[in-house]
């Protein structure tokens, strides 16, 4: 800190990086260890009304508007991770003065200086942190210049009427500063003091996800620390935090984790960006490219999500709402699609994002949803029963190569040479051929099951029958998440596949569900399977899981001559078992006209 003693005041400036979470927790624990009468903002003097009023909404956030001498439109976000906005916010709770003491400068230049990393401030702490980088030579316009004696012209001004005063200021300003308050002949500058248009408005939800400086989870993690006393935060802790929050929305909705080597993929991930980047930590872009490199679109969509969802905003503002992009900031910024599936390479002409329409307020789906007359998204069926037929084709060539045998050539070659034992044995000075008989029989049914949900709770209530719609489909049993749990569009749910069961031809299964019949069965799994098993009218039983079938079931298939062949669930793609785990409910049949607007391509 620099400190000095300015007409019989103690005049201390507490430098910062503006819009960094450190800095803001930081400040407030030195004001409060200072214990100054007025507090000097590095802010226009014009903005002292409604920065009141804007202190006193927080936790709601606000925009200060203005026109400046040049007529564009420039705008302050009121946030509480802003140093600026903690030492007016935490000087008006001590009952000290607020004084913003800046101007207006036409055209003033962004300050791209190179600074180490804010993170540093909670492993230095703020004042090794700030001896540090005052060391910097920070290059002055003379835009520059004329701020800094405007505000050094006004905080003489109040060291003659307060006994302490806490001056809290850009890093790049604070040396210049202390130095033109030591001078006595300050000339005044020419700079207006006053702006056109001065008015608060409130940030709207929509811009609270994109125009604020921290991630708006971090946002609300301060506030809420800050309430309960629990300052300060550390960024690597937010961070975790939020991955976890991510992950638990994205098993919420797909009921999927990532696996502990996604994670450490994207730590490692993360930590190279930053690196590469002269950063200690991350930033939110960083960690979104990271989760979508290791856990997938999916997840980094919930991670944005969940980053950028402010706690606190609110539907009903007593001010004006006020829409904000990037752009009327005037500041960098990157973008980040999120593709469901890429088509082939041969079939791809650019990438096709997700469309998505969004609610006019959170929840307004969900709560549309009625769930009485249901029907199924038709390309996903098509989905589910080529993965059918598929695997009753890998677990016919499963029997086939049971009843494979390899024997000595003596009058008929067989189904051809086996030129790999012919030559291990070619010591005998034999011909080997190979004897590979056609599976007897073909599969009726198929039972997938991702999920046996044995705990004491549910994790798939929701039990059902499906009837095919006509000759080409199966009659499908399945437990499942909800309907209704998880609405992403007008009429739309999205639930995920605990198992299910596929049986040939369709319009003949009762409710597996209800039936007595089925009741020896001990888990949902198993009475899956042991329907498939009556139902099938075929030899074969296909049942894909992560264990074997149970030894009921088998004994079940014996007394009916039916034969159940497992494969393990890890010998299918783990992407393709993603996105034929996940399906989507529809509200009535009018809403296939337009649900692929929101569910994307499943082709």
């Known amino acids: 800190m620099l400190e000095q003693t300015l007409r019989g005041a103690r005049v201390r400036i507490f430098p910062v990086l503006h819009g960094r979470l450190e800095f803001a927790q930081a400040v407030r624990a030195e004001l409060r260890a200072f214990r100054p009468e ?43 991770a802003e140093a600026l906005v903690e030492a007016g916010r935490t000087a008006l709770e001590e009952g000290w003065e607020i004084f913003p003491v800046d101007a207006t400068a036409p055209d003033y230049p962004e300050n ?29 316009t003379e835009a ?13 001004t109040l060291a003659g009427r307060f006994r302490r005063v806490a001056v809290v200021c850009g890093l790049a300003h604070a040396r210049r500063l202390a130095e033109l308050l030591s001078r006595e002949d300050l000339p005044e500058p020419l700079l207006r003091a006053k702006a056109e248009g001065l008015a608060l408005f409130h940030l709207s939800a929509e811009s609270s996800r994109e125009v604020l400086s921290e991630p708006a989870f971090f946002q609300g993690c301060y506030e809420e620390a800050r309430r309960e006393d629990r300052l300060p935060l550390d960024r690597l802790d937010l961070q975790e935090r939020l991955i976890e929050e991510a992950e638990r929305a994205l098993e919420r909705e797909f009921r999927e984790r990532l696996s502990p080597q996604a994670r450490r993929v994207l730590r490692q991930f993360a930590r190279n960006q930053a690196l590469l980047s002269g950063r200690l930590t991350p930033d939110f872009y960083q960690l979104v490219v990271a989760a979508r490199g290791a856990g997938g679109d999916d997840f980094a969509w919930h991670l944005w999500e969940v980053g950028t969802r402010y706690p606190y905003q609110t539907e009903t503002p007593e001010i004006v709402p006020l829409d904000l992009r990037l752009e009327d900031l005037q500041r960098p910024h990157r973008r980040v699609r999120f593709l469901k599936r890429m088509r082939p390479l041969h079939l791809r002409r650019r990438l096709r994002p997700l469309k998505r329409r969004p609610e006019k307020r959170p929840g307004e789906f969900k709560k549309a949803w009625r769930g009485e007359i249901i029907c199924s998204f038709p390309p996903e069926d098509l989905v589910i029963e080529n993965f059918g037929r598929e695997a009753m084709r890998r677990a016919l060539r499963v029997v086939s190569e049971e009843l494979r045998r390899v024997e000595p050539f003596t009058a008929s070659l067989k189904d051809g040479p086996d030129l790999r034992e012919t030559i291990r044995r070619w010591h005998e000075g034999r011909l080997y051929v190979v004897d ?31 009837h095919g719609e006509h000759e080409e489909e199966s009659d499908m049993a399945f437990y499942a998440t909800p309907p209704g749990e998880v609405v992403i569009g007008p009429g739309i749910s999205r639930c995920v596949y605990g198992g299910f069961m596929l049986t040939y031809p369709p319009m003949r299964v009762y409710d ?76 009535g049949y009018h809403v296939r006209t337009y649900a692929h607007e929101y569910i994307g391509d499943r082709s």
């Open 38 to 80: 007025a507090v000097a903002l590095e802010l226009p003097t014009f903005f002292e009304g409604p920065l009141r009023r804007a202190l006193k909404r927080l936790p709601l956030l606000s925009v200060i508007a203005f026109r400046d001498p040049e007529g564009t439109e420039v705008y302050f976000v009121v946030e509480p």
């Open 112 to 140: 791209t200086e190179p600074l180490p990393d804010a993170y540093l401030v909670s492993r230095l702490g703020y004042g090794r942190y700030v001896e540090e980088a005052l060391q910097v030579d920070f290059p002055a």
């Open 144 to 156: 520059d210049h004329r701020r800094e004696l405007f505000m050094a012209r006004r905080i003489q």
């Open 436 to 466: 590979a008989p056609v599976a007897p029989g073909r599969a009726g049914s198929v039972v997938v099951i991702f999920e046996e949900d044995e705990g004491p709770e549910e994790k798939y209530p929701w039990k059902l029958t499906w």
């Open 512 to 587: 597996i569900w209800t039936d007595p019949f089925f009741e020896f069965a001990r888990t949902k799994a198993e009475r899956l399977l042991v329907a498939a098993i009556d139902y099938s009218l075929e030899r074969f039983v296909v049942y894909v899981a992560r264990r074997p079938p149970s030894a009921l079931a088998k004994r079940f298939a014996a007394r009916q001559g039916k034969r159940v062949i497992y494969l393990p669930l890890g010998s299918f793609s783990a992407l393709y078992l993603r996105r034929l785990r996940t399906f989507h409910v529809l509200e």
